[in-house]
């Protein structure tokens, strides 16, 4: 017995079509309990890669933040001892910085791609070249000429995120040798963090978040001679590898930035956009200028001022066109393609007077669901478009056979196959899509809305049968 015998059977006085949108409104929120799970084995997989680039760049290098090179000037200052007991007071190290005039930076980079099971991981290599230039020293500052400075015990210091991805540094300070060691407690900065790109987009875009993020100075070298007796000429040489980012934190007064790479598709990230960049399918070059008005660096201060707050610039490696990003965007249509297709359903009932019971709309969502399976695993093993195309054609013949075998109508069938074959379409476009993807799906949905409404103007709806 079919659910309208059921409602006439019960004296139901509303109309019978109206009580079938019900149950497919019903059916399409019950349909929605396996589109959340489908959202979390998205989630947990994702989970699983970020576990694998953590692995990876536990062994290669994180993504890594250089920052540096500063004069350091270490002097005392004497505290009351906390200890109640103790008199005796307690000395404590504290450091006047100078920030060069000027700093070129050339680097040239080469991407690596590390495979874990079906995981890919962008990773680089770099070799940095450093020149940095220091006007003969004078402070004009009062305050830091009543400082008991220890010239004769200056450092330089020089910062990189992960030191495990350190191969080799080496320098030189107005033409003699300085060997970096690890330090501590010799400096400290703040910098924007980096832009993530996935991870936000699970829990609202965060992007543009501008939480600080402060950083220990970990490598250090002794100063020869006293460096006030001329201008100082710092050269550095860095041999470093990192994972998906390479970030710079400004370090000078006037700071050029070039990068060589071999990365098709680099994101450019920080503060700051480069003044001039080329991209091609061999690489690009990237060049980015910054001054003290922009990047929030000083010429002099001392560790009894406010960290220093410092605009980054940087490239990002990721891999493009992430599957899990993807899928999860696509997911995001799933209601719209369940409601479209249950519409189409329920239209033909009316012009056909054919019945179509709701457990067969039940078993044509679910089809419609398993396509978000099918496209999630086979991405993961082939490319995204692949994959899509894949999926789509598996459920589109799916759904459109099914539909033969309960109406036995090729027609009918023939006609849901070319409505799924378009809602995929439409869907891949809108994926590919970034600025413009809003605009294109509203007008879509204006012209969806519109055919609808002119293909049902004339059904009677206050009919009983």
Same mark, same amino acid.
């Given at each position: 017995?079919?659910?309208?015998?059921?409602?006439?059977?019960?004296?139901?006085?509303?109309?019978?079509?109206? =009580?079938?949108?019900?149950?497919?409104?019903?059916?399409?929120?019950?349909?929605?309990?396996?589109?959340?799970?489908?959202?979390?084995?998205? +989630?947990?997989?994702?989970?699983?890669?970020?576990?694998?680039?953590? @692995?990876?760049?536990?062994? =290669?290098?994180?993504?890594?933040?250089?920052?540096?090179?500063?004069?350091?000037?270490?002097?005392?200052?004497?505290?009351?001892?906390?200890?109640?007991?103790?008199?005796?007071?307690?000395?404590?190290?504290?450091?006047?910085?100078? $920030?060069?005039?000027?700093?070129?930076?050339?680097?040239?980079?080469?991407?690596?791609?590390?495979?874990?099971?079906?995981?890919?991981?962008?990773?680089?290599?770099?070799?940095?070249?450093?020149? $940095?230039?220091?006007?003969?020293?004078?402070? @004009?500052?009062?305050?830091?000429?009543?400082?008991?400075?220890?010239?004769?015990?200056?450092?330089?210091?020089?910062? %990189?995120? &992960?030191?495990?991805?350190?191969?080799?540094? *080496?320098?030189?300070?107005?033409?003699? @040798?300085?060997?970096?060691?690890?330090?501590?407690?010799?400096?400290?900065?703040?910098?924007?963090?980096?832009?993530?790109? #996935?991870?936000?987009?699970?829990?609202?875009?965060?992007? @543009?978040?501008? $939480?600080?993020?402060?950083?220990?100075?970990?490598?250090?070298?002794?100063?020869?001679?006293?460096?006030?007796?001329?201008?100082?000429?710092?050269?550095?040489?860095?041999?470093?590898?990192?994972?998906?980012?390479?970030?710079?934190?400004?370090?000078?007064?006037?700071?050029?930035?070039?990068?060589?790479?071999?990365?098709?598709?680099?994101?450019?990230?920080?503060?700051?956009?480069? &003044?001039?960049?080329?991209?091609?399918?061999?690489?690009?070059?990237? &060049?980015? +200028?910054?001054?003290?008005?922009?990047?929030?660096?000083?010429?002099?201060?001392?560790?009894?001022?406010?960290?220093?707050?410092?605009?980054?610039?940087?490239?990002?490696?990721?891999?493009?066109?992430? *599957?899990?990003?993807?899928?999860?965007?696509?997911?995001?249509?799933?209601?719209?393609?369940?409601?479209?297709?249950?519409?189409?359903?329920?239209?033909?009932?009316?012009?056909?007077?054919?019945?179509? +019971?709701?457990?067969?709309?039940?078993?044509?969502?679910?089809?419609?669901?398993?396509?978000?399976?099918?496209?999630?695993?086979?991405?993961?093993?082939?490319?995204?478009?692949? $994959?899509?195309?894949?999926?789509?054609?598996?459920?589109?013949?799916?759904?459109?056979?099914?539909?033969?075998?309960? %109406?036995?109508?090729?027609?009918?069938?023939?006609?849901?196959?070319?409505? #799924?074959?378009?809602?995929?379409?439409?869907?891949?476009?809108?994926?590919? #899509?970034?600025?413009?993807?809003? %605009?294109?799906?509203?007008?879509?949905?204006?012209?969806? #809305?519109?055919?609808?409404?002119?293909?049902?103007?004339?059904?009677? =709806?206050?009919?009983?049968?």
């Amino acid at each position: 017995m079919n659910p309208d015998q059921l409602l006439k059977q019960a004296g139901a006085k509303a109309n019978p079509q109206m =009580w079938k949108l019900l149950i497919i409104g019903f059916i399409i929120l019950i349909l929605m309990i396996p589109a959340v799970w489908i959202s979390s084995i998205i +989630h947990e997989r994702y989970h699983r890669k970020e576990s694998v680039v953590q @692995e990876i760049a536990g062994k =290669w290098g994180a993504s890594q933040m250089l920052s540096g090179p500063f004069v350091c000037v270490p002097y005392s200052i004497w505290q009351k001892n906390p200890d109640p007991k103790e008199e005796k007071p307690i000395e404590l190290t504290k450091y006047l910085y100078l $920030a060069p005039d000027s700093l070129a930076i050339t680097g040239v980079v080469e991407t690596v791609v590390h495979k874990r099971g079906i995981f890919r991981v962008s990773g680089y290599k770099a070799d940095l070249d450093y020149v $940095a230039s220091i006007e003969a020293i004078e402070l @004009e500052n009062p305050a830091y000429e009543k400082l008991p400075l220890r010239w004769d015990e200056a450092i330089i210091a020089f910062d %990189l995120e &992960d030191q495990r991805g350190m191969k080799q540094i *080496s320098g030189t300070l107005n033409g003699q @040798e300085i060997i970096f060691n690890r330090a501590q407690d010799v400096i400290s900065i703040s910098s924007m963090p980096e832009t993530q790109g #996935l991870r936000d987009t699970f829990s609202g875009y965060k992007g @543009e978040a501008k $939480a600080l993020k402060s950083t220990d100075m970990k490598l250090a070298a002794k100063a020869p001679g006293d460096i006030r007796q001329s201008a100082l000429e710092l050269k550095i040489k860095v041999q470093m590898s990192g994972t998906q980012q390479l970030n710079f934190a400004a370090s000078a007064l006037r700071e050029k930035v070039s990068l060589i790479g071999d990365w098709p598709a680099p994101s450019f990230v920080g503060d700051l956009l480069p &003044d001039n960049r080329s991209i091609s399918d061999e690489g690009f070059k990237v &060049d980015w +200028h910054t001054t003290d008005l922009n990047s929030g660096i000083k010429k002099v201060w001392s560790s009894d001022e406010p960290i220093l707050q410092l605009s980054n610039l940087g490239v990002s490696f990721l891999i493009m066109v992430d *599957s899990y990003q993807q899928s999860i965007r696509a997911l995001k249509y799933a209601a719209l393609f369940l409601i479209l297709t249950f519409m189409t359903f329920f239209f033909a009932e009316i012009i056909s007077k054919q019945k179509i +019971h709701p457990i067969q709309y039940l078993m044509v969502g679910c089809g419609l669901l398993v396509f978000y399976l099918l496209l999630l695993s086979i991405s993961e093993h082939l490319s995204f478009a692949w $994959a899509y195309l894949i999926a789509a054609v598996g459920v589109v013949l799916q759904i459109s056979l099914y539909c033969f075998s309960i %109406l036995k109508t090729r027609k009918f069938a023939l006609q849901i196959g070319a409505l #799924l074959s378009i809602l995929y379409i439409f869907l891949y476009v809108l994926l590919r #899509l970034q600025d413009s993807a809003l %605009l294109v799906g509203s007008i879509s949905l204006f012209i969806l #809305l519109s055919i609808a409404m002119y293909v049902i103007r004339n059904v009677n =709806w206050y009919t009983q049968e």
